[in-house]
């Protein structure tokens, strides 16, 4: 069974930082791409930020560039979202989830439950 479970979230202060980490479990973590998204009520699901089975190809939109890296370890099975000079646009439920194959144009077949960050001072 495909699990995917999210922490590292909590309350951040503005230009703060957090390290988001997603345990996979349930299948062989380095054959798949994986992605961070977010949800915040009333915008629905954004797109955050991706990376490759073989590191080569990460992506982020919008205002995470440079801000947040995103990286991977293939042995602790294990994606995770630093998160850098934190906006309160920043703020929402980071949920990973599991690409269906190693590529980041494939669809999404599995997602976490979600870890919440919050911005405020």
């Known amino acids: 069974q495909v699990q995917l479970v999210e922490s590292g979230g909590g309350l951040a202060q503005p230009g703060g930082s957090l390290r988001l980490s997603c345990v996979a479990s349930g299948f062989t973590f380095g054959n798949y791409a994986k992605t961070w998204a977010r949800q915040v009520p009333g915008k629905g699901l954004e797109w955050v930020s991706g990376i490759s089975c073989d590191v080569r190809v990460t992506y982020y939109t919008g205002a995470e560039k440079g801000r947040f890296t995103i990286y991977r370890d293939d042995a602790k099975n294990t994606v995770y979202l630093e998160m850098n000079s934190l906006q309160p646009g920043d703020a929402g439920l980071y949920s990973c989830?599991?690409?269906?194959?190693?590529?980041?144009?494939?669809?999404?077949?599995?997602w976490g439950k979600g870890t919440l960050v919050t911005i405020s001072s």
């Open positions: 989830a599991r690409r269906l194959t190693n590529s980041l144009a494939s669809g999404v077949d599995s």
